[in-house]
């Protein structure tokens, strides 16, 4: 489906903000005469900012007035940037408006501050990065990831191989926005040791996780020597102890059964022709960002 037939069938008009001569990040839609920038550089409207990775550009948009984020995200993309947060926040689960427009958020438990938003007006659904779907609601349109949605993207989280090589305090890497974060917590919990670098101590504070001084060490994959790399990606040489802050292949078409939708549109990570042959099977349509094929 392209952009006219889901303004044509759902009410708004999905399209790509140029400039000059070049495609700005993910997509916007217009909604009567508002304009949303899903995950991408500031544009004329607002800025919908799912979460504070930096493929999903906040940083770009820490000074942006119109740009509309979480309490976390905001403060992780302060403390990264070294810049306040100029835009709109919000509490996971508070109902923002924009205009005459609700919009209701929900947590996605991708990294923390991670927030979907709600459209009820269209029933639609943007998600941003998934880990868990449990608490997102049912809609008419979903706009999602598809990062892991190749069929060999198949994992669990390794958590007890995680705390097992922290007690023997090991070197984790993990990537510093998020997912150190989480590690740091379930470190914690069970009352293992550990210590963290700069970068990812920074953020710690700012969200409230103690971080202690000795045991095993959380670094930046980049600075891992020795060790074990906590990811669900093949590439790294260093042994991996699989941790993801994503959805895999199976859990992806497990929000689409929960979500529900008519249609979805994949925006970020490249969808497989299985997925999208899966939910064509089961009378879902799909659209990739191949197919918004308005250019404003
Ligand atoms: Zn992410
Ligand atoms: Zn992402």
């Given at each position: 489906m392209n952009s006219s037939q889901i303004a044509l069938n759902f009410g708004f008009l999905p399209y790509r903000e140029v400039f000059g001569e070049r495609k700005k990040p993910h997509f916007s839609i217009r909604v009567d005469n508002l304009d949303f920038h899903i995950d991408s550089t500031p544009g004329t409207g607002f800025n919908l900012i799912t979460h504070a990775h930096s493929d999903h550009y906040g940083q770009r948009n820490v000074e942006n007035p119109r740009a509309i984020a979480s309490d976390e995200t905001a403060?992780?993309?302060?403390?990264?940037?070294?810049?306040s947060f100029l835009g709109v926040r919000f509490k996971i689960g508070?109902?923002?408006?924009?205009?005459?427009?609700?919009?209701?958020?929900?947590?996605?438990?991708?990294?923390?501050?991670?927030?979907?938003f709600y459209f009820p007006k269209?029933?639609?659904?943007?998600?941003?990065?998934?880990?868990?779907?449990k608490k997102l609601p049912k809609c008419k349109v979903l706009i999602t990831e598809a990062t892991y949605s190749h069929p060999s993207n198949v994992f669990e989280d390794e958590i007890e191989l995680l705390l097992e090589k922290a007690e023997e305090g090991h070197c984790l890497g993990a990537y510093p926005i998020?997912?150190?974060?989480?590690?740091?917590?379930?470190?914690?919990n069970d009352g293992i040791e550990f210590?963290?670098?700069?970068?990812?101590?920074?953020?710690?504070?700012?969200?409230?996780?103690?971080?202690?001084?000795?045991?095993?060490?959380i670094t930046s994959p980049s600075k891992l020597?020795?060790?074990?790399?906590?990811?669900?990606?093949?590439?790294?040489?260093?042994?991996?102890?699989?941790?993801?802050?994503?959805?895999?292949?199976?859990?992806?078409?497990?929000?689409?059964?929960?979500?529900?939708?008519?249609h979805v549109i994949f925006y970020h990570g490249k969808a497989s022709k299985t997925l999208i042959e899966k939910l064509k099977e089961r009378g879902i349509t799909v659209s990739t960002l191949e197919d918004i094929d308005v250019f404003l």
């Open positions: 403060k992780i993309l302060e403390v990264v940037s070294e810049k508070e109902t923002i408006k924009v205009g005459d427009l609700k919009i209701k958020t929900f947590p996605t438990f991708h990294i923390y501050g991670a927030s979907a269209l029933d639609l659904l943007i998600t941003g990065d998934v880990k868990s779907w998020g997912k150190a974060q989480r590690v740091a917590r379930i470190l914690s210590c963290v670098d700069e970068k990812i101590a920074k953020i710690c504070r700012a969200l409230g996780i103690e971080v202690g001084s000795g045991g095993a060490k020597k020795k060790g074990y790399i906590l990811t669900a990606q093949k590439y790294y040489k260093l042994p991996r102890i699989v941790i993801s802050d994503h959805l895999d292949y199976r859990g992806l078409l497990e929000m689409i059964e929960h979500c529900k939708p008519e």
